[in-house]
């Protein structure tokens, strides 16, 4: 078989390295998801989103984490730029996404 070229229409079975877009939208639902307020059809589209992209699937499970410990209450104890370094570590990690989705 002959290299596809770049640009080709995805096929919908690999992964894509650079969804861009999809990943703006499935980071704008992730709050809403992390929250219980997204609703059952986004909650779909977003896990087809996070089968196929590593780095918003690595993202979420470290938001869920994250959210976990508010919940206890750990975070109380937790120095806040321990937080705001984990964040950037995020950001630096999902260059791609730092200007399309500013964070605050
Ligand atoms: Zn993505």
């Known amino acids: 078989m002959s290299v596809e070229p770049t640009g080709a229409t995805p096929t919908g079975d690999a992964p894509s390295a650079d969804c861009g877009e999809n990943c703006v939208e499935a980071l704008e639902r992730l709050e ?3 929250d ?3 609703p059952q059809t986004r909650v779909a ?11 918003c699937a690595d993202r ?18 937790a120095p806040t730029d321990l ?3 984990v964040r950037a ?14 964070l605050g």
Do not use: I, K
């Not at 589209?45 to 780095?55: E, I, N, Q, T």
């Not at 979420?60 to 104890?77: K, M, W």
């Not at 570590?89 to 500013?102: D, K």
């Open 45 to 55: 589209d977003l896990a087809d989103h996070l089968r196929a992209c590593y780095p």
């Open 60 to 77: 979420v499970s470290f938001e869920e984490q994250l959210r976990n410990l508010v919940r206890r209450g750990c975070v109380d104890h």
């Open 89 to 102: 570590r995020l950001q630096t990690e999902l260059p791609h996404l730092q200007e399309q989705a500013p």
């Open 36 to 38: 219980g307020e997204l």
């Open 32 to 34: 809403a998801y992390l």
């Open 83 to 85: 937080v705001d370094r």
